[in-house]
């Protein structure tokens, strides 16, 4: 037993001893102007290291994303406005009409600048609402879009059938769905119309073109609730 108890007693000095030695070792290093300078040099290449890729993060984090207002000649908020424009698209009684909008730009380039005479051509028109659904008295009126840049996010989305964003979103306008009439021969695609949309000046008189109507729900395999025959849809534009 005594023998146990000398080791134990060895055994926690030999211990002590050691620490203390390692500490005095250390001591000794941190009051050591070479190792001081030595280890601030390696900080400060650390810093640089961690600056450049705080730098590099930052500017991927500014990339930013673009979306069209469709009907509005402004942009939302803070967000930058690139251009406004019209919106344009085929003809809505044309077959082979494309089937999307584009938001055209008010100051178009042109490389050739005589008109072309081929009939196997692609049609650019403006567009014309189709009905007084929109807005007050909007049958006929010409309509506007505009191209906005978010400053506050990265992200956009548009949501039809919706007014309002998810968590973590942000709205940045809303309104309602438009599409052209399904009775027409032309294929066309869904927009978001801002929920109070601008006329082009002197845009009221009836010249067709692509055509926006308001679109409702049809109820079947598109379940009823949480939808409704003959509602129309909303939609809303989100950031984040
Ligand atoms: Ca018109």
């Known amino acids: 037993m005594s023998t146990f108890l000398t080791y134990v007693i060895l055994f926690f000095f030999l211990c002590k001893t050691g620490a203390t030695k390692d500490q005095q070792k250390k001591r000794l290093l941190l009051n050591d102007p070479d190792v001081l300078s030595d280890r601030l040099g390696r900080l400060e290449s650390l810093v640089n290291k961690l600056e450049g890729t705080v730098s590099r993060l930052t500017k991927s984090q500014k990339t930013s994303s673009t979306y ?3 009907g509005k000649q402004m942009c939302p908020g803070n967000d930058s406005l690139l251009y406004t424009g019209f919106i344009g698209g085929g003809y809505f009684d044309e077959l082979g009409s494309a089937a999307d909008a584009v938001c055209l730009p008010p100051n178009p380039d042109f490389t050739k600048t005589t ?3 081929s009939s196997y051509v692609g049609h650019m028109y403006g567009t014309e609402f189709e009905t007084n659904f929109f807005g007050p008295k909007s049958f006929d009126e010409d309509v506007p879009c505009s191209v906005c840049e ?3 996010g990265t992200q956009t ?3 039809p059938g919706k007014n309002t964003c998810f968590n973590g979103w ?3 306008y809303k309104g309602n769905l438009g599409s052209g009439y399904y009775g027409q021969k032309a294929a066309t695609t869904f927009i978001c119309i801002d929920e109070s949309p601008d006329y082009l ?3 009221e008189s009836n010249t067709n073109g692509k055509v926006i109507f308001e679109v409702i729900a049809k ?6 609730p949480p939808y409704h025959e003959g509602y129309p849809l909303t939609c809303v534009v989100c950031a984040k």
């Open 170 to 172: 942000h709205v940045k």
């Open 68 to 70: 069209i207002r469709w």
């Open 115 to 117: 008109p072309y005479r």
């Open 219 to 224: 109820c079947g395999a598109l379940p009823c």
């Open 157 to 159: 989305i548009m949501i």
């Open 150 to 152: 978010i400053q506050d």
């Open 201 to 203: 000046m002197s845009g």
